[in-house]
T-cell receptor
Framework: QKEVEQDPGPLSVPEGAIVSLNCTYS??????FMWYRQYSRKGPELLMY????GNKEDGRFTAQVDKSSKYISLFIRDSQPSDSATYLC?????????????FGQGTILTVHP | DGGITQSPKYLFRKEGQNVTLSCEQN?????MYWYRQDPGQGLRLIYY???????QKGDIAEGYSVSREKKESFPLTVTSAQKNPTAFYLC??????????????FGSGTQLSVL
């Protein structure tokens, strides 16, 4: 079983829809949670960064962490064609995991006009 | 502009050949990393370096080698011992200093293919 599970999709939605992307994890030592956005053939860029359970909002993006359920989500409101990309969840925790992020497989999202 | 530069963007390797991927950063970051990305899989850590002249193996280091002679540079060599080298290679850096909550910043990647 992988430490981080992420539905690879692909996910296709119409412009303006609310998108929900999810990851589950098994390692209770994970403490920091990130979402990266990766356009085709480009490097991932950091989108959201959270530590505690709860919600964090940044514009149209909301990151949600539920440590009791080992579940994190990224919500995109009013989705735009420019949001079409692969979204990767990543997490880190535990005393020996300095700088070593554990990534999900990534979800491919397409927002069509 | 500060950032991470990877070159080349595309690279082809012949059987039995070693190839080197370049990674340069001008962010003044102490820590640098190499990840490998395969289709349908998450990123996997190959090597990382927390400081000049020091580096550690990641989860899939076999068939790869690195050096860290300068703070700005962290080249990755894919040796002939790596039997399945075709992948998208990503270099990243972070401020460093031993904090667990490092934010990683990535370069644009190098696509390596076998001829």
């Amino acid at each position: 079983q992988k430490e981080v599970e992420q539905d690879p999709g692909p996910l296709s939605v119409p412009e303006g829809a609310i998108v929900s992307l999810n990851c589950t994890y098994s390692n209770s030592a994970f403490q920091y949670f990130m979402w990266y956005r990766q356009y085709s053939r480009k490097g991932p860029e950091l989108l959201m960064y959270t530590y505690s359970s709860g919600n964090k909002e940044d514009g149209r993006f909301t990151a949600q962490v539920d440590k009791s359920s080992k579940y994190i989500s990224l919500f995109i409101r009013d989705s735009q064609p420019s949001d079409s990309a692969t979204y990767l969840c990543a997490m880190i925790g535990g005393g020996t995991s300095y700088g070593k992020l554990t990534f999900g497989q990534g979800t491919i999202l397409t927002v069509h006009p | 502009d500060g950032g991470i530069t990877q070159s080349p963007k595309y690279l082809f390797r012949k059987e039995g050949q070693n190839v080197t991927l370049s990674c340069e950063q001008n962010l003044n970051h102490d820590a640098m990393y190499w990840y490998r990305q395969d289709p349908g899989q998450g990123l996997r850590l190959i090597y990382y370096s927390q400081i000049v002249n020091d580096f550690q193996k990641g989860d899939i280091a076999e068939g790869y080698s690195v050096s860290r002679e300068k703070k700005e540079s962290f080249p990755l060599t894919v040796t002939s011992a790596q039997k399945n080298p075709t992948a998208f290679y990503l270099c990243a850096s972070s401020i460093g200093g031993g904090r667990m909550n490092e934010k990683l910043f990535f370069g644009s990647g190098t696509q390596l293919s076998v001829l």
